[in-house]
């Protein structure tokens, strides 16, 4: 009973209604998904379809353990939880209830869908398993740690995956069932440990949920700009002087002393979702095929969006591209627009602030971006060497045309951020998750549209003539920036 | 003190708390440990009333009584958000969370940093009441020294992490006191030898000596006698004492 009210008081707040509205609509999604293969696939194709839906098994009860974890962990390092007594044992005891609960309603549910293909207790503890999985897997105080988890869960995911693991559950049920209700009594109190108690320092939660959408990078350890102690900003130009030194300036403030650090850590967020994804999309292809070149070219056809071999791929890496570059545009957009210090550290007037703020948005874009764009043109050129074949890409490779959406795009979605954060106000987590999740699905959403647009076209015109569209519309989104953040930094108050 | 509680590891040697090595400390031994830490953090998203109730649930021992009595005293608003209060309503906060369980032993790293004088003064007058109910230890760590010299009665000090003194307040203040002379007869020496004398300041009718008193013959009448000299002793701070200890431990 203390061990639920504990975690009920944790739990009960805003933040976890947005937490839930977002499993929710993945799993409609994903439920709808599997629907329209099942519908798709027919008779011939039940047993794939019904092996790829017994992938909810796991992502399911995983995607549950990482949230159910979440408050916890949230609290978990922070130094005040050393001392109560018994915190460990009240929260894990409510854990596993819940990872029971959960568990139990994925089983359950698969079965009354008739779409569970392993025997139900096997099928329960491997649920079981995904669930402790979940709750270590995203462990966003130690990156490295999450990294090697979150590869840990790709390799069990496409294990799980595999025909030949739920034909071995369904063999031998109580050695698969062992193995499950050992892995989750494993893994359940690898995240209660006295270890993980003694980690210094407390996430913001909703910093968790902005991470909770990548699993790669470091951006805990960004420096926050009011952490620095005032200093002169580094071999800083006399007034009005040399803007590139002022743009150095703001980058010193929002990043401190690292030149690239940042561009790197961000470009990691980005490379890290869509890398992800065709990590998985190729397994899944060489799993279904069985053959490792019509997977490599499949998935080089889908970079390079040539229709002889994209099929269905081809929409998936857009989206993906899209999301990466829309996850990109939230967290810079969180960069505030006011970048330097108050006047008596850099007196410079309204109007070279702004211009200051736009020349820096427009640097980490075109850093953020170009990597991104080297990122994807070495993967399809590294695909291409695997695959042994020339690369059948449009006139404009695959690759570019998301990301020049985004580079487009990223002024509206700025300013758009900004009016919806208003200055100096004090979110509260559904207020700053709801715009969260709108924002990165509406500019993921317009960058696929502006690129599928972009794609249908490109027979018809020439490379050159969308070089120029592309060149006037950055122009046009750009400029309109400037004017927008001279307008803001006029009339606001910068106190 | 993180070490004291288990919080940090040892790199080498061992700490025990309340019997048990530190790195061991269990859920019991840990209900019986208040602290309050240097860099206080609580949840910023929770009301205060929801972490006490949050941290209580925890306690066997948690007081109701004592809670509602500190809220009041140190006037702390119950409704309010953690992360909307000042860092001085803060580590008011942290402290009534440390207090409530009545632990057998407080830890209160630089408590009052953050607080005005007259709260710094009323918070240290509650600890002494909550000492005195309790009969617990509470190990306060503060450069505030002149703060925490009226609540204590046992100081150890340190120097570059190691202990340069570990002695009862009294004793302390015994050792070291300073002595005003005022000259009754001619001029007073340019330097006093006494090899207790450890500072000194003076003009030819009067003079300032820090003292160390110990061992016998050092009192401040045949000091005087012998120098022709009214002595008036004064007490010395806490404040004052520690560069004493300090030049001492590096002599």
């Not at chain 1, 947005?18 to 099942?38: K, M, P, R």
């Not at chain 1, 130690?142 to 995911?157: C, E, F, I, M, T």
Request: with cysteine; glycine share 8%.
């Amino acid at each position: 009973m203390n061990a639920l009210s504990a975690y009920g008081r944790l739990v009960w707040r805003p933040h976890s209604a947005v937490q839930l509205y977002i499993v929710a609509c993945l799993v409609v999604a994903a439920c709808t998904w599997i629907g329209w293969l099942h519908g798709l696939m027919g008779v011939e194709h039940a047993a794939l379809a019904l092996r790829r839906t017994n992938s909810l098994l796991w992502i399911a009860p995983l995607a549950m353990g990482a949230l159910a974890v979440s408050p916890v962990r949230e609290l978990f390092h922070a130094q005040f939880t050393w001392h109560l007594p018994g915190v460990r044992r009240a929260l894990g005891l409510a854990l596993a209830l819940i990872a029971v609960l959960s568990a139990g309603l994925t089983v359950i549910g698969l079965s009354l869908l008739g779409w569970l293909v392993v025997p139900v207790v096997p099928a329960l503890a491997l649920a079981l398993a995904a669930f402790s999985l979940g709750l270590i897997a995203f462990d966003w105080m130690h990156p490295r740690r999450a990294l090697v988890r979150g590869a840990l869960v790709l390799v069990l995911g496409l294990l799980l995956g595999s025909e030949a693991v739920w034909s071995a559950a369904s063999t031998w049920p109580v050695a698969s069932t062992l193995v499950g209700v050992c892995g989750a009594a494993w893994l359940l109190p690898q995240c209660l440990s006295r270890a993980a108690l003694r980690r210094k320092g407390l996430i913001r939660v909703k910093r968790v949920m902005g991470l909770a959408l990548i699993a790669v990078a470091d951006l805990e350890n960004l420096p926050e700009p009011e952490d620095r102690a005032p200093a002169r900003p580094p071999r800083l130009a006399p007034r009005g002087d040399r803007p590139w030194m002022w743009v150095r300036a703001a980058h010193y403030e929002l990043f401190g002393w690292s030149a690239t650090g940042w561009m790197w850590r961000v470009g990691a967020i980005v490379l890290g979702v869509p890398f992800g994804v065709c990590a998985v999309h190729f397994a899944l292809n060489v799993l279904e095929t069985g053959a490792w070149k019509g997977a490599v070219e499949h998935l080089h056809g889908s970079l390079t969006r040539s229709d002889a071999l994209a099929g269905r791929a081809t929409a998936d890496i857009d989206f993906v591209l899209a999301m990466g570059g829309a996850l990109f545009l939230f967290f810079t957009g969180m960069i505030p627009t006011e970048t330097l210090k108050p006047a008596r550290l850099q007196p410079i007037s309204r109007r070279q602030r702004a211009e200051i703020t736009w020349r820096l948005h427009l640097v980490v874009d075109l850093g953020v971006l170009g990597l991104l764009a080297l990122g994807l043109f070495g993967a399809s050129e590294l695909l291409a060497l695997l695959g042994g074949f020339e690369g059948r890409g449009g006139p404009v490779p695959g690759w570019l045309r998301p990301i020049a959406a985004m580079m487009i795009l990223a002024p509206l979605a700025r300013c758009w951020q900004h009016a919806r954060r208003g200055r100096g106000t004090q979110w509260s987590h559904a207020g700053y998750m709801l715009p969260l999740v709108v924002s990165v699905t509406v500019v993921a959403l317009l960058a696929g549209g502006v690129s599928e647009l972009w794609s249908m076209h490109t027979g018809r015109h020439s490379a050159a003539t969308w070089a120029v569209v592309v060149c006037a519309l950055l122009a046009a989104t750009q400029l309109f920036f400037r004017a927008y953040l001279r307008r803001r930094l006029a009339l606001g108050d910068l106190i | 003190m993180r070490h004291v509680v288990g919080l940090q590891l040892p790199g080498a040697g061992e700490v025990q708390t309340l019997g048990v090595p530190s790195e061991r400390l269990g859920s019991s031994e840990l209900g019986r440990i208040g602290m309050v830490h240097q860099e206080i953090e609580l949840p910023g998203w929770m009301r205060v009333e929801r972490l006490l109730r949050y941290v209580a649930s925890y306690h066997a021992r948690w007081s109701r009584d004592r809670e509602a009595r500190l809220l009041e005293e140190l006037e702390i608003d119950p409704a309010v958000q953690v992360g909307m209060l000042t860092p001085g309503n803060l580590q008011k906060v942290a402290v009534v969370l440390a207090v409530c369980p009545r632990p057998e032993l407080l830890l209160l790293d630089e408590p009052v940093s953050a607080l005005d004088p007259i709260v710094r003064e009323r918070l240290l007058s509650l600890l002494i009441d909550l000492l005195r109910e309790d009969g617990s230890t509470i190990v306060i760590s503060s450069h505030v020294l002149r703060d925490v010299e009226r609540v204590v009665d046992w100081i150890v000090c340190l120097e570059r992490g190691r202990v340069i003194t570990d002695v009862a307040m009294d004793e302390l203040r015994e050792r070291y006191v300073e002595w005003r002379l005022t000259s009754t007869n001619g001029a007073l020496p340019a330097r006093f030898d006494e090899p207790f004398v450890l500072r000194q300041q003076s003009d030819e009718r009067s003079a300032w000596l820090v003292v160390r008193r110990a061992g016998a013959g050092i009192d401040a009448l045949s000091f005087g006698a012998r120098h022709h000299a009214v002595v008036e002793e004064r007490p010395m701070d806490l404040e004052r004492i520690f560069p004493l200890l300090l030049d001492e431990a590096r002599t």
